[in-house]
Structures are given as structure tokens and as C-alpha cells.
């Protein structure tokens, strides 16, 4: 079966570390992956798409990373802030049957500490 | 600006009782999702619609239906609520059909039924 496997133990660093974390798929040949954030009480917000080809997008203190063969994401957030501090969510799609509709992880807690 | 928003925020329910969801979005956008998030499974697509008058199931639509008489509204129904529906909803949009599309996610609804 398909499955998009985040850690579900909370990560928690250093305020100025790196984080990193992970999202994990298997018998998915997904198009894209994409990362959100999401906010206790608050909907997801986009961060940051990474598409099959690519290897590495950044986006400020972002980076994405996709390895087709190891069927992982890595998403890193530099120089991390307590207001970095979120649920992260990693959601990817096939494409399958034209459909294009991401479907979700259940998301790693990021605690930054001062 | 542009948004998507949702009501009511919260909502306590019985069971056998049908209940509404109002999501209503100004960006304009073709396609519309209903979520439901609950601890240990993620944000799962319960009805999706790509226009006026359409209208998909998902992977958790039985005991749901949407309906989508314009562009800017998709409320959702609970025919006859049941303890199982207790959750998170939440309402998104996207404007393509294609490879990549962003979510825009409302706020949420919290639904309790006692």
C-alpha cells in the first residue's frame, strides 16, 4: 500500500541549529512533493514545491531536498528560530488519472528553543 | 486581499443531527477540498470539486456530501452526524488543475458530536 511516513516524535533543537527533517514514501512515483506549515488552531500554509527532476530548491532560511531513488524528502530550516517552531507536513501526488491532488503526511512537530 | 474562510469556527452537534459547514473563498479559484485532520492520520480528502456543479469524492466521503452551486462557496454536510465525524475540517483552494497546484487553506472548524 501507499505511505508518506514522517517521524511523529517531536524534533527539538537549539535556537540558531538546523533542522531537519524528513518525509519518507513508499509505492509512490510522485510528480512533486510539497512541505507546509501549520500552526496550532491554523490551516496549512505552503512553503515550498519540489518537483520530480530536481534535486534541491531553497527558499530563504528554507532548503527542500528529493531523492527518487532513496524515496525521501529532506527539508531543512538554517539558523532555526523559536518562531520556526510549527508542524511541518510533506504532501505529494502521482499525478494519477489527471488528478493532482496532493495527499498529506501526518506531519513532524519542530520545537526551537531559545 | 484574497482568502478563505470558514464557519462556523466551532460547533458542538448530537448525533443524528445534520450539520452544514460553510467555507467561502475570494481567490477566485476553480477547485475546492474538504479535509478532515485527526490525530494519528493527517488531513485526509473527504469531496473535492474542480468547478460549478462539480463535485468527487475522496478518500473518506461516506457520510458527506458537498454541493457547488457557484465559484466562491463549498459547504459541506453531515447528513446524520456521528461520533466518528468528530474532528478538524478544513476547507482549501487551488487555482490550476495541474502539476504543482499550491493549497490555500482555511482556518478550520472544530465539530464535536456528543
Known amino acids: 500500500s501507499q505511505k508518506i511516513e514522517q517521524n511523529s516524535e517531536a524534533l527539538n533543537i537549539q535556537e540558531g541549529k538546523t533542522a531537519t527533517l524528513t518525509c519518507n514514501y513508499t509505492?509512490?512515483?510522485?510528480?512533486?512533493l510539497q512541505w507546509y506549515r501549520q500552526d496550532p488552531g491554523r490551516g496549512p500554509v505552503f512553503l515550498l514545491l519540489?518537483?520530480?527532476?530536481?534535486k534541491e530548491k531553497r527558499k530563504e532560511r528554507l532548503k527542500v531536498t528529493f531523492d527518487t531513488t532513496l524515496k525521501q524528502s529532506l527539508f531543512h530550516i538554517t539558523a532555526s528560530q523559536p518562531a520556526d517552531s510549527a508542524t511541518y507536513l510533506c504532501?505529494?501526488?502521482?499525478?494519477?488519472?489527471?488528478?493532482?491532488?496532493?495527499?498529506f503526511g501526518r506531519g513532524t512537530s519542530l520545537i526551537v528553543h531559545p | 486581499d484574497a482568502e478563505i474562510t470558514q464557519s462556523p469556527r466551532h460547533k458542538i452537534t448530537e448525533t443524528g443531527r445534520q450539520v452544514t459547514l460553510a467555507c467561502h473563498q475570494t481567490?477566485?479559484?476553480?477547485?475546492m477540498f474538504w479535509y478532515r485532520q485527526d490525530l494519528g492520520h493527517g488531513l485526509r480528502l473527504i469531496h473535492y470539486?474542480?468547478?460549478?456543479?462539480?463535485?468527487n469524492k475522496g478518500e473518506v466521503s461516506d457520510g458527506y456530501s458537498v454541493s457547488r452551486s457557484n465559484t466562491e462557496d463549498l459547504p459541506l454536510t453531515l447528513e446524520s452526524a456521528a461520533s466518528s465525524q468528530t474532528s478538524v475540517y478544513f476547507c482549501?483552494?487551488?487555482?490550476?488543475?495541474?502539476?504543482?497546484?499550491?493549497?490555500?487553506f482555511g482556518p478550520g472548524t472544530r465539530l464535536t458530536v456528543l
Open positions: 482549501a483552494s487551488s487555482a490550476l488543475a495541474g502539476i504543482g497546484d499550491t493549497q490555500y
Open positions: 509505492n509512490y512515483s510522485p510528480a512533486y
Open positions: 519540489i518537483r520530480e527532476n530536481e
Open positions: 504532501a505529494l501526488d502521482t499525478g494519477a488519472g489527471g488528478s493532482y491532488i496532493p495527499t
Open positions: 481567490w477566485n479559484h476553480n477547485n
Open positions: 470539486s474542480y468547478g460549478v456543479h462539480d463535485t
